[in-house]
């Protein structure tokens, strides 16, 4: 993990382990041990610079976590197409789905309405 808490750190804008060392509270030779692989760190530690780096626990361990897979496969290629998306293409992508929704919703109710209607006329 030393290789990814060097490069998140740097990423982050900590140009040196002494100042991201200041900035969590830790003594910046402890610190530079973690990041040098001198010194393991335990879970709580590895919390603490995840979050201070705002990083999950994958990116410090240098994880590719490959999500469950859906049991409808059309849900993963959308899923796969709208992480591709920008931000307003995924505003209108939400809000089409949202639509879809409502518009499956109102058929719903409306065949509801009309079984019951057929129900009470019979």
């Given at each position: 993990?030393?290789?990814?808490?060097?490069?998140?750190?740097?990423?982050?804008?900590?140009?040196?382990?002494?100042?991201?060392?200041?900035?969590?509270g830790m003594n910046p030779?402890?610190?530079?041990?973690?990041?040098?692989?001198?010194?393991?760190?335990?879970?709580?530690?590895a919390?603490?610079?995840?979050?201070?780096?705002?990083c999950t626990l994958d990116d410090l361990a240098g994880r590719k976590f490959v999500a469950e897979r859906y049991q409808d496969e059309r849900q993963a290629?959308?899923?796969?197409?709208y992480a591709?998306?920008?931000?307003?293409?995924k505003d209108a992508a939400a809000g089409a789905v949202r639509g879809?929704?409502?518009?499956?919703?109102?058929?719903a109710g409306a065949a509801g309405l009309e079984d019951r209607q057929i129900a009470a006329s019979a």
């Open positions: 993990m030393k290789t990814q808490l060097q490069r998140i750190r740097k990423e982050r804008g900590f140009k040196s382990a002494k100042a991201f060392a200041d900035h969590i030779h402890t610190y530079t041990d973690y990041e040098q692989g001198r010194r393991t760190f335990t879970l709580e530690s919390w603490e610079f995840a979050d201070a780096l705002e290629v959308m899923n796969e197409d591709h998306l920008s931000d307003a293409g879809i929704r409502a518009s499956e919703g109102a058929r």
